[in-house]
Nanobody, 120 residues
Protein backbone atom coordinates (compact mmCIF):
# COMPACT_ATOMS: atom_id res chain seq x y z
CA UNK A 1 0.00 0.00 0.00
CA UNK A 2 1.34 3.39 -0.96
CA UNK A 3 0.08 6.87 -0.19
CA UNK A 4 1.27 9.75 -2.35
CA UNK A 5 0.48 13.24 -1.10
CA UNK A 6 0.83 16.43 -3.10
CA UNK A 7 -0.27 20.04 -3.09
CA UNK A 8 1.84 21.52 -0.36
CA UNK A 9 3.59 24.83 -0.82
CA UNK A 10 3.94 28.40 0.35
CA UNK A 11 0.87 30.52 1.01
CA UNK A 12 0.18 33.77 2.79
CA UNK A 13 -1.87 33.82 5.96
CA UNK A 14 -5.54 33.88 5.06
CA UNK A 15 -4.93 32.00 1.84
CA UNK A 16 -5.93 28.53 0.71
CA UNK A 17 -4.32 25.29 -0.42
CA UNK A 18 -5.69 21.93 -1.43
CA UNK A 19 -3.79 18.78 -0.61
CA UNK A 20 -4.35 15.56 -2.50
CA UNK A 21 -3.45 12.00 -1.61
CA UNK A 22 -3.67 9.00 -3.91
CA UNK A 23 -3.68 5.51 -2.44
CA UNK A 24 -2.56 2.47 -4.37
CA UNK A 25 -1.96 -1.15 -3.64
CA UNK A 26 -3.91 -4.14 -2.39
CA UNK A 27 -6.41 -2.50 -0.13
CA UNK A 28 -10.18 -2.80 -0.12
CA UNK A 29 -12.50 -0.46 1.74
CA UNK A 30 -10.58 1.94 3.92
CA UNK A 31 -10.86 5.23 5.71
CA UNK A 32 -8.38 7.99 5.01
CA UNK A 33 -7.26 11.14 6.68
CA UNK A 34 -4.54 13.62 7.50
CA UNK A 35 -2.10 14.24 10.31
CA UNK A 36 0.39 17.05 10.61
CA UNK A 37 3.62 17.77 12.42
CA UNK A 38 4.92 21.27 13.03
CA UNK A 39 8.58 21.93 13.82
CA UNK A 40 9.34 20.97 17.40
CA UNK A 41 5.87 19.57 17.99
CA UNK A 42 4.34 16.14 18.05
CA UNK A 43 2.35 14.76 15.20
CA UNK A 44 -1.38 15.52 15.53
CA UNK A 45 -4.62 14.45 13.93
CA UNK A 46 -6.20 16.87 11.45
CA UNK A 47 -9.14 15.14 9.79
CA UNK A 48 -10.55 11.82 8.63
CA UNK A 49 -13.18 10.54 6.24
CA UNK A 50 -14.94 7.20 6.13
CA UNK A 51 -14.72 4.88 3.17
CA UNK A 52 -18.09 5.97 1.80
CA UNK A 53 -17.35 9.61 2.43
CA UNK A 54 -20.52 9.93 4.48
CA UNK A 55 -18.71 10.66 7.74
CA UNK A 56 -16.00 13.21 8.37
CA UNK A 57 -14.09 14.11 11.51
CA UNK A 58 -11.96 17.13 12.32
CA UNK A 59 -9.65 18.37 14.99
CA UNK A 60 -11.12 21.36 16.77
CA UNK A 61 -8.41 23.70 15.54
CA UNK A 62 -9.43 23.21 11.87
CA UNK A 63 -13.20 23.04 12.13
CA UNK A 64 -14.82 25.53 9.83
CA UNK A 65 -11.60 26.11 7.89
CA UNK A 66 -10.58 22.71 6.50
CA UNK A 67 -12.71 20.27 4.53
CA UNK A 68 -11.84 16.67 3.78
CA UNK A 69 -13.38 14.83 0.85
CA UNK A 70 -12.65 11.84 -1.31
CA UNK A 71 -13.12 10.48 -4.81
CA UNK A 72 -13.53 6.72 -4.45
CA UNK A 73 -13.19 6.10 -8.18
CA UNK A 74 -9.82 7.85 -8.16
CA UNK A 75 -8.70 6.40 -4.81
CA UNK A 76 -7.92 9.94 -3.77
CA UNK A 77 -8.60 12.02 -0.68
CA UNK A 78 -8.43 15.80 -0.56
CA UNK A 79 -7.89 18.36 2.17
CA UNK A 80 -9.14 21.81 1.29
CA UNK A 81 -7.50 24.29 3.65
CA UNK A 82 -8.93 27.80 3.85
CA UNK A 83 -8.14 30.77 6.08
CA UNK A 84 -4.69 29.39 6.73
CA UNK A 85 -2.82 30.64 9.77
CA UNK A 86 0.92 30.68 10.49
CA UNK A 87 0.30 27.98 13.10
CA UNK A 88 -0.99 25.68 10.36
CA UNK A 89 2.52 25.47 8.96
CA UNK A 90 3.60 21.83 9.16
CA UNK A 91 4.34 18.70 7.24
CA UNK A 92 1.00 17.13 6.39
CA UNK A 93 0.78 13.35 6.23
CA UNK A 94 -1.84 11.35 4.42
CA UNK A 95 -2.98 8.26 6.33
CA UNK A 96 -5.25 5.28 5.80
CA UNK A 97 -6.72 2.46 7.84
CA UNK A 98 -9.53 -0.04 8.22
CA UNK A 99 -11.98 2.50 9.58
CA UNK A 100 -12.17 6.11 10.63
CA UNK A 101 -11.61 5.33 14.31
CA UNK A 102 -8.30 3.72 13.41
CA UNK A 103 -7.38 6.57 11.09
CA UNK A 104 -8.00 9.11 13.85
CA UNK A 105 -5.75 7.35 16.34
CA UNK A 106 -3.32 4.77 14.97
CA UNK A 107 -3.43 4.70 11.16
CA UNK A 108 -2.10 1.59 9.51
CA UNK A 109 -0.55 3.39 6.55
CA UNK A 110 1.34 6.67 6.24
CA UNK A 111 2.45 8.71 3.27
CA UNK A 112 5.71 10.62 3.15
CA UNK A 113 4.25 14.02 3.87
CA UNK A 114 3.97 17.32 2.07
CA UNK A 115 5.15 20.63 3.50
CA UNK A 116 2.75 23.52 3.99
CA UNK A 117 4.35 26.87 4.74
CA UNK A 118 2.22 29.81 5.82
CA UNK A 119 3.78 33.24 5.85
CA UNK A 120 2.47 35.97 8.11
Amino acid sequence: VQLQASGGGLVQAGGSLRLSCAISGRISSYAMGWFRQAPGKEREFVGAISWSGANTYYADFVKGRFTISRDIAKNTVYLQMNSLKPEDMAVYYCVAGDNSAVVRTTPHYWGRGTLVTVSS
